[in-house]
């Protein structure tokens, strides 16, 4: 399978409500980045997790690199919310090389 | 001032011609990576290197070179582009150990 999956393929969410995003890897990764892609096409980079968890405002991370997951929970979605989400984990080989989930993508409605 | 600079911008290129996309960081990383986007694939490697002089196979080679002539400078080649690389095309740099990546704000090709 995908060494990267990423769920759900789609999401739409009221203004105001919370949600979670979930990447499962097929393999033990090293670490993993989160990005959300803007109506630009933009990236802009959420979260670099090489284990833990990590927070910013209305977003929280978590990197389990045992269990082979990551999430991503939006909190108080907001319209600026919208876009697409993608998940890049690095494996454990050392050569610094990233495999992007498919991405989640985002429709906050008012 | 943006870290991560890619040009062209768009480019709209003739099967069989060549086509050279640009990358220019300024966060003076080891690491550089060529991506392209594709609906439903997410982001795929193409190229990567470890400093000047150095060029990697990522995991869709076939179709292009890298060129790495200096630390701030990392270019993507197709010597004879098709429309199937027609796509969005991300550059990205990294410091070694620490292996968060910083993205360009992408090209657009078009092959026509």
């Known amino acids: 399978g995908m060494p990267v999956e990423q769920n759900p393929p789609a999401l739409s969410l009221y203004e105001g409500a919370d949600s979670g995003l979930r990447c499962n890897f097929s393999?033990?990764?090293?670490?993993v980045q989160w990005f959300q892609q803007n109506h630009r096409g933009r990236l802009i980079t959420l979260f670099y997790l090489a284990q833990g968890t990590k927070e910013n405002g209305r977003l929280k991370s978590t990197f389990n690199s045992k269990e082979r997951y990551s999430t991503l929970h939006i909190k108080d979605a907001q319209l600026e919310d919208s876009g697409t989400y993608f998940c890049a984990a690095e494996a454990n080989t050392g050569n610094y090389k990233y495999v992007f989930g498919a991405g989640t993508r985002l429709k906050v409605i008012a | 001032e943006a870290a991560v600079t890619q040009s062209p911008r768009n480019k709209v290129a003739v099967t069989g011609g060549k086509v050279t996309l640009s990358c220019n960081q300024t966060n003076n990383h080891n690491n550089m990576y060529w991506y392209r986007q594709d609906t439903g694939h997410g982001l795929r490697l193409i190229h990567y290197?470890?400093?000047?002089?150095?060029?990697e196979k990522g995991d869709i080679p076939d179709g292009y070179k890298a060129s790495r002539p200096s630390q701030e400078n990392f270019s993507l080649i197709l010597e004879l582009a098709t429309p199937s690389q027609t796509s969005v095309y991300f550059c990205?740099?990294?410091?070694?150990?620490?292996?968060?990546?910083?993205f360009g704000p992408g090209t657009r090709l078009t092959v026509l």
């Open positions: 393999t033990t990764m090293k670490s």
């Open positions: 990205a740099s990294g410091e070694d150990n620490y292996a968060e990546q910083f």
């Open positions: 290197s470890y400093g000047a002089g150095s060029t």
